[in-house]
């Protein structure tokens, strides 16, 4: 019988991320998948990060993940997004050659030590006495494990909509997992059910772009991983166009035929990826809405036209399609379509990803309810070095909301749940200002570095990076300026050099316009130049925003040491008087890590925390004094 | 569960009226609190712990002196609470006890939940464990109390006005969230010159709300009494008996107005501002014409009317004047000079007084003045401006809420006037939408989504 550490079960971007992940910590590892030659495929848009999605995918990286290079190497427009506002909400985002972006992935994939890939369905899971076992693949094979982690996107149940037509796949022409989702509710696994949706693609040589607005990358792209340097690819433009009226109505006559309105599907969609039918019926007023058509690839033709996401039958969107100007004579290769699977509720699972039912089962991606790339990419991370972890016999890593997205994300869904599927924003973090993408190194790095993911030199790279940038730091704060050391024009054609004498460099950057470039001389004088433009970067953003960040930090040193009290996972919250039924059901349920979790929880209040609280410590009290021996006889 | 690095304080004692009351501050900024409202009589230097010192409760921004007190001060560890701790007992009045509560509050402390002085007693293992089980009944019982304080917070004064301004803070934060979020969306959101706009306008509600809450103004400025009636019929020197009785706790405050004489004095506990008027003279073109103006300004502010009539002479075409102007208002007739003979029948002063309640008193010789500032007492609980004291506590939390809230808002403008971008201001705005959540309940980063995605067609 084959014998693994850990089994992948899925091969999209939490599954190859989970893989990879475990593999590179040294366990051996298996990754099964219907298709290895369509691994971490772009199932929907043909993009990578984007606001709060670039952040996530930039803590991968600095955590020595994978999506990040890959999708520098692949990709053909690269765009940093809120370049005009503050720090914090900046995040690259890029269109890819979904195509090259496969082969990329397959390449880490086969070319990974400790990894093997399989093509074959798994079709249950090998369960013992509350611990996983294995799996079963599709032939009758038993394949044995000692951790299993699940990442099978949307083939779970997967049911296909186009207009009245339904069929069972996991993707369009893949098939559905029925099996295995019936496995899963045999466990007893609370399990729900979701939507999501895909626009048409279209062929470009029948479209004509010049009725189109052009949109064109960065000059001076932002990559998502610090190692990259340039574009690979060549680059490519978008193109942006609006829906008109005669969309709209076309879609008003036929809105029964939509298997949306047709009141077939069951599962709930995303609000902020609505289909075209859905922003038609809902927001009649507006008169028309964007759409931007993405190239799949370079050696391709397809188009995606992004913003009519639609689930009218094929004569119907065929019609959409025309009525837009510029698209009059477009083939349509491929329909739009909605698709429903299932989904296990996140609160089954501890900030490892591991399921609290079955030991040794992990959840990811997807199956989660979430949606996206990035966030599957992210949490299959999490997943695969904690199965890692776990079949080592070692300690489990979890991360904290106030350190990262991902951390603020996993602690969302196990805390509180989904009730449609769940996006990154950057607003779901109380501590926004604090998790910004310059600084996703600082903050992860050493994580990934203690797991073995990031090697020895990048390490000492970085370490070097942020010794340059604390020395900077302690400079511009001692160092008063002066006008004898060096003449600095770039600073004299701002501010009256005369006057500024006796600030501290801080100071003097901390005034609006001022950069460090500014002070070129005077810094070089000092031997204290900045080695590259990154570092000034680092250390202007951190003086700038000194006050914000500082009170961030005090925010979340707070929540921190709620967060040190821990609640022991056999704590009996039926024994603790003073909680309602309610609240010890919910509270039993979720089996929050530590106080801040629990009082994250919705519908617990203080009053119930300081209860557990008071438990906590009679509890410890109690066992010091049973531990101890008496000392008055 | 409650921050515990914050200092707080509570009334100690039983909640009612009483003879006297306890209030306690406990945490680290409590011996400076201290330091700023408690004028010790002599000039004893320093604190020294665990004894009992007599002084002058004052109010930190006026100066004026609130009560004298006894106070204890406590050095961590040796305290109940095992912090840095002071005790201030004063005398049994709920508007007394707010008005201290208040002022702790202003200096940074906040008014502490139920069961959180015995939690953090236990906490820093002042406690064994049987004393223990005994905290977790006090604090199992607090989640009943919290439910009664949280309904209380519904039905408040502010909570009913507060629910519009936290619709406009949520629609400020839904476009602010929007532009940072769906950059690429062709969304129509607020330019940052009209949020502002929203954003001063909403610091405008608040401060309206802040000076104008009742509870909140008895317990700031006291309970405000103007004294009318027309020239001589000694409104001066009842006034000046109102303030003579209380010397040893009142303490002078200049007149705001030229012409009005406004001064504090306490009674039963109770502050009260009394205005002395010009007198409603029935010339109104006249010299006096101005402070004539004034003086219906008063009875306009004023919660409750004293009309002092010359008992020893005859009612006069005046008296029934100043009647008629003072219809529907909440007064009380004062007949002065009962040292002389009447000159009002029984008929007459039923005339005049109508409803409104009546004394005879002597300003001149002190005589019935006790039995005034008893009726003035009752006048004050029976208007409804002073409650309950869990009412006014009640309305002390939601007032110091209002007032954090303010102050987030405040920096929030600041950060937009210093051009950052919205995440800046937005991290104000979501702390006050948190302050706002302490009355009407908390506004959860899905309630802002949903507002983003029903107001805003979004999505690719």
Known sequence: ?633 | MSDPSDTICALASAHGRSALAVVRVSGAGSLQIWEKIFKVKKAARGMPPRSVTLGDIVDPDLGTVMDQAIAVCYRAPKSYTGEDMTEYTIHGSPVLVAALLHCICSLGARLAEPGEFTMRAFLNGKMDLTQAEAVRDIVDSTTLFQAQVAAMQRSGEISGKIRPLKESLIDIVVQLESAVEFVDEDLPVDTRAIVLEKLRTAIKDIRKMIDTHRAGRVIREGFRMAVVGRPNVGKSSLFNALLEQDRSIVMDMPGTTRDLVAEHTSIQGIPVRLMDTAGLSARPDSAEGLGIEKTYRAISDADAILIVVDRSRVPGEEDLRIRSELENLPCMVVLNKNDLESRWSLENIEMFAGEWPRIEVSAKYGDGIERLRSLIFKEIFGSGAVERDDVLITNLRHRSCLEALEGELLLAVRSFEEGLSEEFPLMHLHKSLKHIGEITGETSVEDLLTEIFSRFCIGK
């Open chain 1, 1 to 633: 019988m084959d014998s693994y550490d850990v089994v992948v079960v899925g091969g999209g971007h939490a599954g190859c991320e989970a893989a990879v992940a475990a593999a590179r910590m040294g366990v051996r590892t298996a990754l099964y998948t219907f298709d290895p030659d369509s691994v971490a495929q772009m199932s929907c848009n043909p993009s990578i990060g984007g606001i709060a999605k670039g952040h996530l995918v930039r803590e991968l990286d600095a955590l020595g993940g994978i999506m990040g290079e890959a999708a520098d190497r692949t990709g053909i427009q690269f765009r940093l997004l809120n370049a005009s506002r503050g720090p914090a909400v900046q995040a690259p985002r890029c269109q890819s050659d979904k195509y090259k972006y496969i082969n990329e992935i397959r390449r880490i994939l086969f070319d990974q030590e400790n990894l093997s890939v399989h093509q074959s369905e798994v079709v249950g899971l090998i369960i013992e006495k509350d611990r996983i076992q294995g799996v079963e693949v599709k032939d009758g094979r038993r394949i044995q494990a000692s951790t299993v982690i699940l990442t099978t996107g949307t083939f779970l149940n997967g049911l296909i909509h186009i207009g009245g037509i339904r069929q069972k796949a996991g993707r369009i022409h893949e098939p559905a997992s029925e099996s295995l989702a019936q496995n899963l509710r045999r466990i007893g696994f609370e399990v729900g059910r979701l939507k999501t949706g895909t626009p048409p693609r279209l062929d470009g040589n029948t479209i004509d772009f010049t009725r189109f607005e052009e949109q064109r990358g960065d000059d001076c792209p932002a990559f998502f991983s610090l190692k990259t340097e340039r574009t690979i690819l060549p680059q490519i433009s978008c193109f942006l166009g609006y829906t008109n009226a005669k969309l709209h109505n076309l879609i008003r006559e036929n809105i029964k035929q939509s298997a949306l309105y047709g009141g077939v599907i069951k599962g709930i969609g995303p609000r902020y990826c609505p289909s075209v039918e859905d922003k038609v019926i809902k927001f009649s007023e507006k008169e028309r809405h964007q759409l931007f058509l993405e190239p799949e690839g370079l050696d391709t033709d397809s188009i995606y036209l992004n913003g009519l996401s639609s689930s009218m039958p094929v004569e119907v969107q065929k019609k959409m399609v025309a009525s837009i100007p510029g698209l009059e004579n477009a083939r349509i290769i491929r329909p739009g379509y909605a698709i429903e699977y299932d989904f296990v509720q996140p609160t089954e699972l501890r900030q490892t990803m591991e399921t609290k039912k079955i030991c040794g089962l992990f959840h990811a991606g997807q199956i989660n309810g979430t949606t996206g790339y990035e966030e599957a990419a992210a949490q299959g991370f999490v997943a695969g070095i904690n199965a890692a972890l776990q079949s080592m016999g070692l300690d489990p890593v979890t991360f904290p909301r106030e350190e990262s997205y991902i951390g603020t994300m996993v602690d969302d869904l196990v805390t509180r749940g989904i009730d449609e599927p769940y996006r990154m924003f950057t607003s779901r973090s109380e501590f926004r200002l604090l998790l910004r993408i310059d600084n996703a190194d600082r903050r992860l790095k050493p994580t990934g570095y203690r797991l073995g993911l990031v090697s020895e030199t990048d390490y000492v790279v970085f370490k070097q990076k942020y010794r340059e940038i604390d020395l900077l730091r302690y400079f511009l704060k001692e160092t008063r300026w002066n006008t004898r050391d060096a003449a600095c024009p770039a600073l004299a054609a701002k501010v009256d050099v005369q006057a500024i004498r006796g600030l501290t460099l801080e100071e003097i950057l901390r005034r609006p316009g001022i950069f460090l470039e500014d002070l070129d001389p005077f810094m070089s004088f000092h031997g204290r130049k900045p080695s590259s433009g990154e570092i000034r970067k680092i250390v202007e953003i951190e003086i700038r925003y000194q006050g914000y960040i500082q009170q961030q930090v005090k925010d979340a040193e707070k929540m921190q040491s709620l967060g040190k009290r821990r609640i022991p996972p056999d704590f009996d919250y039926n024994a603790v008087d003073g909680l309602n039924r309610e609240t010890k059901e919910k509270l039993s349920r979720i089996r929050p890590a530590d106080l801040a979790m629990a009082g994250r929880i919705p519908g617990i209040t203080p009053a119930a925390v300081s209860v557990i609280n008071i438990q906590l410590e009679m509890r410890k009290a109690k066992n010091s004094r049973n531990g101890r021996k008496p000392e008055k006889s």
